[in-house]
């Protein structure tokens, strides 16, 4: 792995830092690689509870790199047998972080655009400082942000979704949290204590638990209130028999910290 991508593990708590601030982070079919790669290790890992995802640099990530792209175009088939492997790799990228085990948190400390937006709006919490701008500007270069859409569309309403795709227009921080795009922003010198504490207290409840609770929440989003109702009882159900929920329970009445499996 390269030191493009840097990974720190302190406290059960995953740091993954993109640390390629002279190419503004972008994500380049090698990087997109990499970091799936990360993504899976971590979630197969017993020691890791929570993950961050940040970035050094100005530029969070301004999404695919338009230089790797525009080589390809001299390619006999102009690029598309490489914009299969890429786009398909991205997508495949962003289903890694919303299927991981371990919650994933994106600190956003700049610029997130077109997937870098994307990564953003992927992950399960995701916190920014006040100088953090968010954008879709593919509709700028020709090319529709598609693929952002789909995760954005997912935590954005569709009105404010379509805002920012139709015009590709950048959104400081405060408007992405009222958009629910992020969970809130701090100030740069507050937004790496805020979000490891979120990290931290995450990783005091129940790792099972909060495994089980991750996966059934994105199942059932994709289900009607009926099917969800069904599938969601049947998950408590057999949550309420693992042994972590008997000594949650159990200490929560003798008034004491729970043991964790």
């Known amino acids: 792995m390269s030191n493009l991508i840097i990974e720190d593990l302190k406290d059960s708590i995953l740091k993954i830092t993109l640390n390629n601030p002279s190419e503004q982070n972008t994500l380049s079919i090698d990087f997109i690689n990499d970091l799936k790669k990360i993504f899976e290790n971590a979630d197969s890992s017993d020691e890791i509870k929570v993950i961050i995802l940040s970035s050094s640099g100005k530029v969070f990530s301004a999404g695919h790199n338009l230089k790797e792209i525009k080589s390809h175009r001299k390619d ?14 991205c997508s495949d990228l962003m289903l890694k972080i919303i299927n991981n085990s371990k919650p994933v948190i994106a600190e956003v400390n700049g610029i997130a655009t077109a997937a870098g937006c994307q990564l953003v709006a992927s992950c399960d919490l995701a916190y920014a400082s006040q100088v ?35 015009t590709g227009d950048f959104i400081d921080a405060d408007k992405a949290k ?20 979120m990290a931290i207290k995450i990783t005091n409840k129940s790792s099972q638990t909060v495994k089980i609770g991750k996966k059934a929440f994105y199942n059932q989003t ?9 599938y969601a009882s049947q998950i408590m159900i057999e949550n309420m028999m693992n042994k972590d929920s008997e000594e ?3 200490a929560f009445l003798e008034k004491r910290t729970p043991n964790w499996s």
């Open 132 to 166: 953090s701008k968010f954008a879709t500007p593919g509709v700028n270069i020709g090319l529709f942000c598609s693929t952002p859409m789909v995760a954005l569309s997912r935590v954005v309403k569709n009105k404010h979704s379509m805002e920012m795709l139709l």
């Open 76 to 89: 006999k088939d102009k690029g598309l047998d490489f914009f299969t492997t890429l786009i398909n790799s």
């Open 248 to 250: 949650g329970i159990a």
């Open 222 to 230: 994709e289900m009607t209130i009926s099917d969800a109702y069904k």
């Open 178 to 197: 009222s958009i629910g795009l992020i969970n809130n922003y701090f100030s740069e010198d507050e937004l790496f204590n805020k979000t490891r504490e």
